[in-house]
């Protein structure tokens, strides 16, 4: 999809910057957060980041393995995490609002436009190839009527840069 190398590891060091910043700007309480970033190419998940103020992204999907393999568990609304771009560097603080397991075909128009691919047509292409290609390195057939998926959809509470709490990571 994306030739390119690998995602640098999240750095982790400057995430916890950014969700503190974010938390004393906010008053928010602190919890459990996780960093995480939405490709798995450097260049591709700076990309997709960006997306998030310039598209007005508010919406991701995975194989529901990827996330069980990085995260151990499968998102669930009111987590919260720092969205990473393909340096590792923070971005975002997102907060999950609405997750459905399902197939990639039980995503809807409003659902693959809020992703920001700008059409359903090209949001479901590019994830056949993704999710195609995930699968294929797991030696695992994509099928999108019955692999599961995690269709998220998520709010952003902090950006790096903005009053919000960003501007204060250095």
């Keep these: 999809m994306h030739p390119d190398r690998p995602a640098a590891p999240a750095d ?19 919890g459990p957060w996780t960093a995480d970033r939405f490709a798995t190419t450097a260049a591709y998940a700076t990309e997709i980041a960006d997306w998030v103020a310039a598209r007005g992204k508010r919406a991701t999907s995975d194989l529901v393995t990827s996330y069980l393999d990085g995260r151990g568990r499968v998102p669930s609304p009111g987590d919260r995490w720092v969205l990473v771009d393909g340096e590792g560097a923070p971005v975002h603080v997102l907060r999950t609002t609405h997750t459905r397991t399902g197939v990639l075909d039980d995503a809807d ?5 809020a992703e920001g691919d700008g059409s359903s047509d090209v949001w479901r292409a590019v994830h056949l190839e993704y999710f195609g290609e995930l699968c294929a390195a797991r030696g695992e057939r994509f099928d999108p009527a019955r692999t599961p998926v995690v269709l998220e959809r ?9 009053d919000r709490g960003g501007s204060l990571v250095g």
Excluded: I, N, T
């Design 12 to 30: 982790l060091d400057a995430a916890a910057r950014l969700w503190h910043a974010y938390l004393d700007a906010s008053g928010d309480p602190d």
């Design 109 to 113: 128009e409003a659902f693959a436009l």
């Design 154 to 162: 998520f709010e952003v509470l902090a950006s790096v840069g903005d």
